[in-house]
């Protein structure tokens, strides 16, 4: 029974930052990449990162380095996105993923290969 729940979503002004959590449960995260996606209202999901486990590779979507780092706490079934220098074009609904490890190679990949998914959590950015 394999469950990922998001926390951390609110409303946030332009400039500010966010830190969105994920708990696991129902695997071992350790033989377990870890991903983040978003989904903005009219446009299809999109990765936002993509984590390993054992050789510790990441990756990010081009316009989101050097703002977002994700990060994990495998002890406490638990992984991370911190969200800095929110703008508005941030808005969206963000999905924590999980799926085999090693899984992150090139990039970050397509939301289909993702085999466990969060229910979403909301990020609103206004003034």
């Known amino acids: 029974q394999v469950k990922l729940v998001e926390s951390g979503g609110g409303l946030v002004q332009p400039g500010g930052s966010l830190r969105l959590s994920c708990a696991a449960s129902?695997?071992?995260?350790?033989?377990?990449?870890i991903a983040w996606y978003r989904q903005a209202p009219g446009k299809e999901r999109e990765g936002v990162s993509c984590?390993?486990?054992?050789?510790?590779?990441?990756f990010y979507a081009d316009s989101l380095k050097g703002r977002f780092t994700a990060s994990r706490d495998n002890a406490k079934s638990t992984f991370y996105l911190q969200m800095n220098y929110l703008e508005p074009e941030d808005p969206a609904v963000y999905y924590c993923?999980?799926?085999?490890?090693?899984?992150?190679?090139?990039?970050?990949?397509?939301?289909?290969?993702?085999?466990?998914w969060g229910k979403g959590a909301l990020v609103t950015v206004s003034s």
């Open positions: 993923a999980a799926v085999v490890d090693s899984s992150c190679l090139l990039g970050v990949p397509s939301y289909y290969g993702m085999e466990h």
């Open positions: 129902g695997i071992t995260l350790d033989y377990y990449a």
């Open positions: 984590l390993n486990n054992h050789d510790g590779g990441a």
